[in-house]
C-alpha cells in the first residue's frame, strides 16, 4: 500500500516567524488520523501548508508518493486534498444549498462512490430542510456539518477537518463524529484536528502530538497512554510535576 | 410636464452610467478593487470603434459587436497581466498600479488618436425620436436604457444561477475558502474583469453615437461610474443600476434647474448620500 499522503521535514513560515520546524507525518488511504496539541502548536498550519495555503518546499508534501509541495490549493482539491477549514469559513449570503454546490462543481473527480448532495442530506438531515437558507442563518453546528459536506463533495481522498467540534454541543459534537465513519468506510482518510484528547484517541487509529512546530509523540492510538499524551501536550519538563 | 421631461431624461442618461457601472460594481465586489483604467478603456474602445467604422465602413451595430469582444480580451489581458499581481487585501497596490496605468493608457490613446474629438456616426439613429404622449424621447437614449436593463438583468442572472456566478460569489465571500472548495480564484478574476471591460464595449458604442470623444475623457466616465456605484451600493449589481439611474435623474433635474448645475447636482447627489448612507442605498450593513 503507498501511502496518501506525506510530509517530509516540512517547514513552515509566516514572515520570519517559523511555525513549523521539520514535520514528518503520514496518512494511509482510509485511515483516520488525529493531530492534537495545544494552542499555537501548529495543527491549522500544517493543514494549510499541504494545503497549499502556505508556501512550501515541493519535496515536503507528497501525494501518491509524487512531490506537490506548494501547489496552489485548487490544484490540491482537484489532486484529492480536500479541508474542512478552522472557523468553518462557508460562503456568506449564499445558501445551503448553493454553498455545497460550489464545492461539488469544482470537485476532484470521483473514485468510488461520488459524494452528492443527497448523501450529504442523507448523513445530516438537517441541512435537506434548512436548503434554502443563507449559511449565516443557521447554528454553529449547522454550519459545521454544511462545512463537512462541502469538503465531501470536493470527492476528496483525504479530507482534513480542522477543529469540526469547537464550540458545539456535546451533542451535536457526537452527531457530527457519528457519521465519520461512513466517510472512512468508501476509503477515504481522514486527518482530524482535535482539542479533545479523549475524543480524538477514540475517533482515530493512529495519533500525532505537536508541540511548537514539532512531532513529540506519534503512535496507535489505542496503544498510547494518558501519561505520553501529557508528556507529548505540555513538554517534557510539565509531565515531571 | 417640464420635471417630469426631466426624469425621463435623467432615466435614459441613466441607462448609459448603468453601462459604465455595472463593470465596476463586479469587479469591487469580487476583488475589492477600483481600477482606475475604467474609464479610460471606455474612450479606448470608443476610438477603437470610430477607427474601424471610419475605415471599414461598418455601421454602429458592427462596431457594436466587434467592441465587446475586443473589450473581454483587454479585460481578460490587464486581469493576468497586470490586476491579478496586485490584487489582496491592501487595496492600495491595485490603485497605484492602475492610476499608473491610467495616466498611460490616456497618453498612449493621444499619441495615437491625437486631442481631436471624434463621434461614431449611427446613420440618423442620433436624431430619431419617439413621440410617447405628451413627450419626445430619442431613440438612441431608449436602446441605450434597454441595453442596459437587459445587461444588469443578465448579468444578476449569471451570477445566481450559474457555475461561474457561484464560483464568483463565492470567491467574494472568502476567496482563501474558495480556492480550498477547488475554486481558482485568478481565473475567476479574469473572468469577472473580462465580463467588465466587455460590457464597456456597449457603453463605449453609445457614448461614441450620442456625443463626442477625445483622449483624455476617461476620469470623467470614471466619476459618472463610480458615483453610480457608492450610490447604490458596493458590489451589487442592481445597485450599481438604481446608483447609475439616480445619478442621472439628478443630473437632468439639476440641468432643468440651470444648464450649468447639471453635473454638480449629480456630484451633491453623490456626496449626499456618501454623508447620509455610507453603505450606499441597497447594502446592508454588514
Ligand atoms: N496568519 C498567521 N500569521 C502569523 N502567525 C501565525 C498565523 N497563524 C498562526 N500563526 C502562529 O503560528 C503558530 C502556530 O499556529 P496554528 O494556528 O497552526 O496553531 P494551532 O495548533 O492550530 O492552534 P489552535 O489550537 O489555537 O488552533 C502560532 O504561534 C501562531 O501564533
Ligand atoms: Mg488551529
Redesign the interface.
Known amino acids: 500500500m503507498t501511502t496518501l499522503l506525506s510530509t517530509h521535514g516540512l517547514q513552515a513560515e509566516y514572515g520570519d516567524m517559523r511555525a513549523l520546524h521539520g514535520i514528518d507525518f503520514a496518512v494511509e488511504p482510509g485511515e483516520t488520523v488525529a493531530l492534537i496539541g495545544a494552542n499555537g502548536a501548529g495543527k491549522s498550519t500544517l493543514l494549510s501548508a499541504i494545503m497549499g495555503l502556505l508556501p512550501v518546499a515541493v519535496e515536503m508534501v507528497k501525494l501518491d508518493g509524487k512531490p506537490v509541495g506548494g501547489s496552489l490549493p485548487h490544484r490540491m482539491v482537484q489532486s484529492g486534498v480536500a479541508i474542512v477549514p478552522e472557523g468553518r469559513r462557508l460562503f456568506a449570503g449564499m445558501t445551503v444549498e448553493e454553498n455545497l454546490q460550489v464545492a461539488s462543481e469544482h470537485a476532484a473527480a470521483p473514485r468510488g462512490t461520488a459524494w452528492t448532495k443527497e448523501r450529504v442530506y442523507d448523513l445530516f438531515p438537517i441541512l435537506r430542510e434548512k436548503a434554502r437558507t443563507p449559511v449565516e442563518n443557521l447554528s454553529g453546528g449547522q454550519q459545521q456539518m454544511v462545512s463537512i459536506g462541502r469538503g465531501l463533495l470536493a470527492q476528496p481522498r483525504v479530507l482534513l477537518c480542522d477543529e469540526i467540534s469547537l464550540g458545539l454541543a456535546p451533542r451535536v459534537v457526537r452527531e457530527i463524529y457519528d457519521v465519520l465513519p461512513q466517510v472512512t468506510a468508501q476509503g477515504t482518510a481522514l486527518v482530524l484536528v482535535e482539542q479533545d484528547v479523549g475524543l480524538a484517541q477514540r475517533a482515530s487509529q493512529r495519533l500525532y502530538c505537536l508541540l511548537e512546530g514539532r512531532v513529540t509523540l506519534e503512535g496507535k492510538s489505542s496503544d498510547i497512554s494518558r501519561d505520553d499524551i501529557s508528556a507529548a501536550y505540555f513538554g517534557a519538563s510539565h509531565a515531571l510535576d | 410636464m417640464h420635471w417630469i421631461e426631466g426624469i425621463v431624461q435623467g432615466v435614459l442618461l441613466g441607462g448609459l452610467y448603468a453601462q459604465y457601472a455595472l463593470g465596476m460594481a463586479l469587479m469591487f465586489g469580487v476583488m475589492k478593487i477600483v481600477n482606475v483604467t475604467h474609464g479610460d478603456l471606455v474612450i479606448l474602445l470608443a476610438l477603437i470603434g470610430i477607427s474601424l467604422a471610419d475605415f471599414t465602413g461598418i455601421g454602429p451595430w458592427g462596431v457594436l459587436t466587434t467592441l465587446v469582444p475586443v473589450g473581454a480580451a483587454i479585460g481578460w489581458l490587464l486581469q493576468r497581466a497586470v490586476l491579478n499581481r496586485v490584487v489582496g487585501n491592501d487595496p492600495l497596490p491595485s490603485l497605484i498600479a492602475t492610476f499608473g496605468l491610467s495616466i498611460a493608457l490616456q497618453n498612449a490613446m493621444l499619441v495615437v488618436w491625437s486631442a481631436d474629438t471624434r463621434s461614431l456616426s449611427g446613420g440618423g439613429l442620433q436624431q430619431a425620436s419617439i413621440e410617447i404622449g405628451p413627450l419626445f424621447v430619442g431613440v438612441l437614449p431608449v436602446i441605450v436604457l434597454i441595453c442596459a436593463t437587459v445587461l444588469t438583468g443578465g448579468l444578476d442572472a449569471v451570477l445566481r444561477f450559474t457555475?461561474y456566478g457561484?464560483?464568483l460569489?463565492?470567491a467574494s465571500?472568502?476567496v482563501?475558502?474558495?480556492?480550498?472548495?477547488?475554486?481558482?480564484?485568478k481565473a475567476v478574476y479574469a473572468a469577472a474583469t473580462a465580463i467588465a471591460v466587455g460590457i464597456l464595449g456597449f457603453a463605449a458604442t453609445f457614448q461614441a453615437m450620442r456625443s463626442t470623444v477625445a483622449p483624455a475623457d476617461g476620469p470623467f466616465q470614471l466619476i459618472y461610474a463610480f458615483e453610480a456605484v457608492i450610490i447604490g451600493g458596493l458590489g451589487s449589481v442592481w445597485g450599481a443600476f438604481t446608483g447609475a439611474m439616480i445619478l442621472g435623474i439628478s443630473q437632468a433635474i439639476g440641468f432643468r434647474i440651470n444648464p450649468g448645475f447639471g453635473i454638480l447636482a449629480g456630484h451633491i447627489v453623490f456626496l449626499a448620500v456618501l454623508a447620509i448612507r455610507p453603505q450606499g442605498i441597497f447594502q446592508r450593513k454588514s
Open positions: 457555475r457561484r464560483s460569489r463565492a465571500a472568502d482563501e475558502a474558495a480556492a480550498m472548495v477547488g475554486v481558482n480564484p
